[in-house]
């Protein structure tokens, strides 16, 4: 291998490169190693300092695998501030036909957005409902926000000219924050009831 030194080396220089000339395959090999350990073989001690570097701090409560977290998280960095980020997120809490939907039409905040959750919380449901008004907040842009989640009850404000009265709230539309949040759900169940009728007393 020719001398990578200058002409103005002096005795030392030459003889450390002398010294070190085959050790150039074992340097080769480590530089490969190192370059594919980010992004192929992923040590247990690098996931961290790469959790670190992507910025997924912030969403590490909600994966137990730390190289599925950064698989899903770059994933979601890159379409982060879109709807498509917002329903990557719900789908982390088990939410996975999330639709977002913009605040309703000719109301003054036009920055808000709702979400049809697809389906009821259910089992704990104040902290997944916590979770979800969390994530959308880290997964939308920073002048939206999350005011509204419902499924299966959804009656919406009254728009003057729009809406029908027997079909609206006035003001505002259904649902309740928990926990002290901001955003409001409105979630219902329909119970079917067989009722036979008998005679009369």
Same mark, same amino acid.
């Given at each position: +291998?020719?001398?990578?030194?200058?002409?103005?080396?002096?005795?030392?220089?030459?003889?450390?490169?002398?010294?070190?000339?085959?050790?150039?395959?074992?340097?080769?090999?480590?530089?490969?190693?190192?370059?594919?350990?980010?992004? #192929?073989?992923?040590?247990?001690?690098?996931?961290?300092?790469? *959790?670190?570097?992507? !910025?997924?701090?912030? @969403?590490?409560?909600?994966?137990?695998?730390?190289?599925? +977290?950064?698989?899903?998280?770059?994933?979601?960095? /890159? &379409?982060?501030?879109?709807?498509?980020? #917002? &329903?990557?997120?719900?789908?982390?809490?088990?939410?996975?036909? *999330?639709?977002?939907?913009?605040? #309703?039409?000719?109301? /003054?905040?036009?920055?808000?957005?709702?979400?049809? +959750?697809?389906?009821?919380?259910?089992?704990?449901?104040?902290?997944?409902?916590?979770?979800?008004?969390?994530?959308?907040?880290?997964?939308?842009? &920073? %002048?939206?926000?999350?005011? /509204? !989640?419902?499924?299966?009850?959804? &009656? %919406?404000?009254? *728009?003057? !000219? /729009?809406?029908?009265?027997? %079909?609206?709230?006035?003001?505002?539309?259904? !649902? *309740?924050? @928990?926990?002290?949040?901001?955003?409001?759900?409105?979630?219902?169940?329909?119970?079917? #009831?067989?009722?036979?009728?008998?005679?009369?007393?």
């Amino acid at each position: +291998m020719p001398s990578l030194l200058p002409p103005s080396s002096g005795l030392f220089e030459r003889a450390l490169e002398t010294s070190q000339a085959n050790r150039w395959s074992d340097m080769n090999s480590a530089i490969a190693a190192v370059r594919k350990a980010k992004l #192929v073989t992923r040590p247990d001690d690098f996931l961290p300092w790469l *959790v670190e570097e992507y !910025g997924l701090g912030e @969403i590490s409560a909600f994966f137990s695998d730390r190289r599925q +977290m950064i698989d899903d998280g770059i994933a979601w960095q /890159r &379409v982060r501030g879109t709807p498509a980020a #917002v &329903v990557a997120a719900m789908s982390w809490i088990d939410f996975e036909a *999330v639709s977002v939907l913009d605040q #309703v039409r000719g109301r /003054r905040l036009w920055n808000l957005f709702q979400m049809n +959750m697809a389906e009821l919380p259910l089992e704990d449901e104040d902290q997944r409902l916590a979770d979800a008004e969390y994530l959308a907040d880290l997964s939308s842009p &920073v %002048r939206s926000h999350l005011w /509204r !989640g419902f499924h299966g009850y959804d &009656v %919406r404000g009254n *728009v003057w !000219g /729009r809406s029908r009265l027997g %079909r609206s709230i006035w003001g505002t539309s259904s !649902g *309740v924050s @928990i926990s002290g949040g901001k955003t409001v759900w409105s979630h219902g169940r329909n119970t079917p #009831v067989s009722i036979a009728a008998t005679e009369e007393f």
